[in-house]
Each structure stands twice: as structure tokens, then as C-alpha cells.
């Protein structure tokens, strides 16, 4: 579940920018959900497109027509572009129920709950190229998927194995290419002028370190709110070093004024909390800032004690082994005969095994 939601994320752009040269400028993404049992509030088809990551449009079954979430497209849209949406959502709608149908009785399963998921989309690059995304899922798992660069279909198994080359035969993979590659950066420029005021400024992050200790394990959390665009790299630093690898990072989400809320989570010895920084870059900040917990004076009193604690533990060893050692001399000196210091070694031994 984990990473199907991770894959859902990343190509809805809701992940993490990690690095690299190539940043996507505005992005066009279409999630299509169908389900075999509807039920209140829960519409047997649904279509949301995001552009930046934010929702602005939505069509359902219930509601039966397309429907603006944001101001600037229902400002921005010309005439009869909501009716013309709505009838490409009727045939998607009437397809995703076929597939369905298909579907289960291609993998021989009875009825009950089924869910088919597409998403699909382009991002515009920095650089000025295109990226083009579309798989579809079944049922929780990968079914097919389209790869731009080499303008084929992949099939997850055997029965998508029947829908690709049925796809083939029918030259869908022309266009899907022409989709991505065309028709939607076209809407995507279309539509970020429609909102370009909202869509182009820039919100710089509350950025926000928390600590808290388990199983003897410090987690240092990094939290950013409130930044618009989506774009933004959050990373934890040991010393001046980046350590990606030991990072655990959460999705890009929305928030409900527009703009977006993400988190980076790290483990690390209580000892070395000192180490550590958070390091957040986003388009709306001049220079990437660099963020330390600052814990309460409560964490630094049980840290003090601990170590104390275990200072004494150390010292109490010290004394005893050298009381020990001056102990085992004496005796050694007085006469005692190698088999009552054996005995007594191995006593000792014994209790320290217990």
C-alpha cells in the first residue's frame, strides 16, 4: 500500500524534489478512479485533474457533469469547454465500467469490491523537453503502463500481456504519444495562463524540527508548511554531509488555502542530535535555510541523566576492578595456592555470566 501510494504521488508530482538539473516547470496530471460497488458518497466513477499538483477540476457520477475547484478555471474557461469535458467523462466513465467487467472475469474472480485506477499526464521540463506519464492499475496492483521514451506499452502480467497487444494491433501507442507529447502541454500552457497569477507566485515554507525519543532511538522530524509551488527539496544533514539514504520522506499534499505541506524524518543516536540539520530549498526562499532542533530543557535533563547515570555505572566498574585486582594480589602474595584462586575466578565468572 505504501508504495502504490508513493507511485500515485509521484506521478501526480506530490513527491519530493531529491536534486537534479531538470526541475518540471507546470505539470498536467488526470487521476481516473472506477469502483464495481458505488455506494453513498462513494461514486461508482471519478476524474480529478490536478495542474501543479492542485485539483481544478472534478467530475463523478453522481454528480454527472464537470465541475471547477479553483476560481481561476471557472473565471478562465471558454464557452462550452464544461459541456465538451463532460461528454469525454461520460465515455470514460462508460469504458472504465467496461474494464471492470473485463477484468474480472480475465483473472476468473467472482463479484464483490473491483477498483480500476488510471493516471495519466505531462510535466514541461526546465530544460524544455516533455515528460509524458499514463499506468493503470487494477485492483491495488500495476496492470499496464506506457513508456514515452520508447513509445511502447508494459505489461505488469499475462493478462495484461492480452491488452497490449491488443493496443498494439490498434496503434493506440501513436497515440498516447501524440497525447503526451501534444495535446496535453497545449492545455497545460492553456491552463496555467488561465491561473498564472496563482500558479507562478511563491510561498517560502514554515519550516518546523521536532525530536522524540524511541526504543533508544532519537527521531528528528523536519516539517515545511505552507509553500507554494510544490517544488521543494527537504534533506537532513550529518555534519555538512547530505544523508539521503537514511531519510524517510513523506508526500507532497495540498492543503485547503492552496498551498502544500511536507515532512523528512531521520533517526539518530540521542548523543549525536547535535550533528544533525535540516536543510529545505524551494523557489520562494533566496537561499536554501538550514534548520537544528532546539529541544526542551525536560530532553536535556533526561539525556544529562542517562549519561550520568552511566558514567557512574563505568566508574563503579573501574573502582571494583581495580579493588579486585589489589585484592587477588594480596592473596597471591600471602599463599594462597593456584587451586583457591582458580575456584574464585570462576566464581566471579559465573556471576558476572548470570
Known amino acids: 500500500m505504501a508504495a502504490a501510494l508513493g507511485l500515485l504521488l509521484g506521478l501526480l508530482g506530490l513527491l519530493p524534489d531529491q536534486g537534479g538539473a531538470t526541475k518540471a516547470l507546470h505539470s498536467l496530471h488526470y487521476l481516473f478512479v472506477a469502483v464495481s460497488e458505488p455506494s453513498p458518497g462513494v461514486p461508482q466513477f471519478m476524474d480529478i485533474g490536478f495542474v501543479d499538483g492542485i485539483p481544478f477540476v472534478r467530475y463523478d457520477s453522481e454528480r454527472g457533469r464537470v465541475e471547477p475547484l479553483t476560481q481561476w478555471m471557472k473565471d478562465g474557461a471558454e464557452p462550452g469547454y464544461w459541456d465538451e469535458q463532460t461528454q469525454i467523462c461520460k465515455r470514460n466513465q462508460h469504458v472504465a465500467v467496461m474494464d471492470l467487467e473485463t477484468l474480472r472475469e480475465r ?14 499526464g505531462c510535466d514541461l521540463l526546465s ?12 485492483d491495488g496492483q500495476d496492470f499496464i503502463s506506457f513508456d514515452l521514451g520508447s513509445t511502447s506499452f508494459v505489461a505488469a502480467d499475462s493478462a495484461a500481456e492480452i491488452t497490449r497487444r491488443r493496443w498494439e494491433q ?7 504519444t501524440n497525447y503526451m507529447k501534444q495535446v496535453c502541454p497545449k492545455w497545460l500552457r492553456k491552463y496555467v495562463g488561465y491561473g498564472q497569477k496563482e500558479l507562478e507566485r511563491k510561498e517560502p515554507p514554515d519550516v518546523h524540527v521536532s525530536g522524540k525519543e524511541e526504543h533508544g532511538m532519537l527521531i528528528l522530524s523536519c516539517h515545511a508548511y505552507g509553500f507554494y509551488p510544490n517544488t521543494i527539496a527537504v534533506n537532513w544533514m550529518k555534519g555538512d554531509e547530505i544523508w539521503d539514504q537514511e531519510t524517510e520522506w513523506g508526500g507532497i499534499v495540498p492543503n485547503s488555502d492552496g498551498t502544500f505541506h511536507t515532512w523528512a524524518r531521520i533517526e539518530a543516536l540521542p548523543e549525536e542530535w547535535q550533528q544533525y540539520r535540516c536543510r529545505v530549498q524551494h523557489p520562494g526562499m533566496l537561499e536554501p535555510g538550514i534548520f537544528a532542533w532546539e529541544p526542551t530543557s525536560g530532553w536535556y535533563l533526561t539525556v544529562a541523566i542517562v549519561v550520568s547515570v552511566i558514567a557512574a555505572i563505568l566508574i563503579l566498574a573501574v573502582i571494583g576492578l581495580g579493588v579486585w585486582k589489589r585484592q587477588s594480589g594480596r592473596r597471591n602474595r600471602s599463599g594462597y595456592n593456584v587451586a583457591g584462586k582458580d575456584v574464585g575466578t570462576n566464581g566471579l565468572t559465573a556471576g558476572i555470566t548470570a
Do not use: I
Open 107 to 120: 483473472y476468473n474472480q467472482s463479484r464483490g469490491l473491483h477498483t480500476v485506477l488510471r493516471v495519466l
Open 127 to 138: 530544460d524544455g523537453s516533455v515528460r509524458g506519464s499514463y499506468r493503470f492499475g487494477y
Open 170 to 176: 490498434e496503434e493506440e501507442a501513436g497515440r498516447q
